[in-house]
């Protein structure tokens, strides 16, 4: 059965640097979405995308987040200058056409230390 | 902001007994949808009900809505232990952007 796929599964980074957080979604998906889930906290929807534009996002995600789908198979996120409490759970989605079910990756654990 | 709560923040029940967790929501949607979580793991879908819908069955799942309320719930019937994990309601109000709610931990002792 296809799968969203995430990696790395587990990222430990210094504050200030830069991630970039990559997912695979699933082939004939058109929409795309990023969340997040610090620990012990409800998933927060941070931004979708679909046509190769951001549809909406959330409060949270300031100019620090970007997205990108550089290819037909990527989907990016990348956080500028990553701060402490950007330390989260990443969860990428998709969605096919005509479809309310998102489908999950398993997720990125992002650290910021 | 129309993120679902939902209750009881926590339940443990034995195999076999059934296992029911509300989810409230503050505005209009389009769809509500639960989610399954294991410890430290992805989001797995489980039902989508429509608003115009007020019952659905998956498997051992039942799932209402109430939209005079803003109210859903989840049913699972026979519960295994296998069944031991977070849920979650998520609000869909129509841009397709899920809002998730707190979640409910079920524990079902073997």
């Known amino acids: 059965e296809p799968e969203v796929t995430q990696t790395p599964s587990h990222q430990v980074t210094q504050m200030g640097q830069e991630v970039i957080l990559r997912c695979v979604p699933i082939?004939?998906?058109?929409?795309f979405y990023w969340y997040r889930q610090i620990l012990g906290q409800k998933v927060e929807f941070l931004v979708s995308f679909y046509n190769n534009e951001i549809s909406e996002k959330s409060e949270i995600f300031d100019d620090q987040f970007s997205v990108e789908r550089p290819d037909g198979s990527n989907f990016t996120l990348k956080i500028r200058s990553t701060k402490l409490e950007d330390s989260a759970m990443y969860f990428c989605?998709?969605?096919?056409?005509?479809?309310?079910?998102?489908?999950f990756g398993p997720g990125t654990r992002l650290t910021v230390t | 902001s129309q993120q679902g709560e939902e209750d009881p923040q926590a339940l443990s029940i034995q195999e076999g007994e059934n296992a029911t967790m509300n989810c409230s929501y503050k505005?209009?949607?389009?769809?509500l949808q639960w989610y399954r979580q294991n410890s430290g793991r992805g989001l797995v879908h489980l039902i989508l009900i429509r608003s115009n819908e007020r019952e659905k069955h998956s498997g051992r799942l039942r799932v209402t809505l109430d939209t005079s309320k803003k109210s859903s719930s989840l049913l699972i019937t026979a519960s295994r232990a296998a069944d031991t994990a977070s849920y979650f309601c998520?609000?869909?109000?129509?841009?397709?952007?899920?809002?998730f709610g707190t979640g409910t931990r079920l524990t079902v002792i073997p």
């Open positions: 998520a609000t869909d109000a129509g841009a397709n952007n899920l809002f």
């Open positions: 082939s004939n998906h058109l929409y």
């Open positions: 505005t209009s949607i389009n769809n």
């Open positions: 989605a998709s969605r096919a056409q005509g479809v309310g079910e998102q489908y």
